[in-house]
């Protein structure tokens, strides 16, 4: 069992930032990788940014240069630094996570098997 818990949603303006955290605890196996999804009504959740436990990033084309991952391995806390924040970024973003027994090994392709609760992120022009 394995609980994802974020803090640090809420509102900005536009060109501001948020850093958002993201806290798992629980029984923590192998760690294969975390990432921050967004979700808009009406619309399917899109991946964000991914880490890998051994430090691969990936962003998608929006949120590069303005969104940045991190990690606190010792922690297993995952962190989204957003800063030059956009009206389109307004969204509920969610903690995801893939963790796998020790004994097994992770795949080369992300697959989150824990998710957070969402948070809401409100940017205003």
């Known amino acids: 069992q394995v609980q994802l818990v974020e803090s640090g949603g809420g509102s900005a303006q536009a060109g501001g930032s948020l850093k958002l955290s993201c806290a798992a605890s629980?029984?923590?196996?192998?760690?294969?990788?975390m990432a921050w999804y967004r979700q808009t009504p009406g619309k399917e959740r899109d991946l964000v940014s991914t880490i890998t436990s051994d430090g691969l990033i990936s962003y998608i084309d929006s949120v590069k240069g303005r969104f940045t991952v991190s990690q606190d391995n010792a922690n297993n806390t995952l962190y989204l630094q957003m800063s030059n924040l956009k009206t389109e970024d307004t969204a509920v973003y969610y903690c995801?996570?893939?963790?796998?027994?020790?004994?097994?090994?992770?795949?080369?392709?992300?697959?989150?098997?824990?998710w957070g609760q969402g948070t809401q992120v409100t940017v205003s022009s």
């Open positions: 995801a996570a893939q963790f796998v027994p020790w004994y097994a090994v992770c795949s080369h392709a992300f697959t989150p098997n824990y």
């Open positions: 629980g029984y923590i196996a192998r760690r294969c990788g």
